[in-house]
């Protein structure tokens, strides 16, 4: 499986972004796609995910609210449209999916998101 991420830049507080990240490769044993963020001098935190079974999500509670994550199964592409950005909401956004039975993690390349106030 491999992932390109893009969707990222510059967006004033208040403004939105959305991120895709394009699955290929394998595809066919995702259990899980996801977002995930790491900013300055903090540990890479998980911002949402979708499992594909039954299209439940979980939020970070920092974005819930303003962030929604997506997935369109023909495109096999991953979404997170982000609206009412912070500047706390600065970070290198990556994208992640879980496949088959023992959770193998594959993550894209980060695509920076950054908010000014």
């Known amino acids: 499986v491999q992932l390109q991420a893009s969707g990222g830049g510059l967006a004033q507080a208040g403004g939105s972004l959305r991120l895709s990240c394009a699955v290929s490769?394998?595809?066919?044993?995702?259990?899980?796609m996801g977002w995930y963020r790491q900013r300055p001098g903090i540990q890479r935190e998980l911002v949402a995910i979708?499992?594909?079974?039954?299209?439940?999500?979980n939020y970070a509670d920092s974005v819930k609210g303003r962030f929604t994550i997506s997935r369109d199964n023909a495109k096999a592409t991953v979404y997170l449209q982000m609206n009412d950005l912070k500047p706390e909401d600065t970070a290198v956004y990556y994208c992640?999916?879980?496949?088959?039975?023992?959770?193998?993690?594959?993550w894209g390349q980060g695509t920076q998101v950054t908010v000014s106030s």
């Open positions: 490769g394998n595809t066919f044993n995702i259990n899980a």
């Open positions: 979708i499992r594909t079974g039954d299209d439940r999500s």
């Open positions: 992640n999916v879980e496949t088959g039975s023992w959770g193998d993690q594959t």
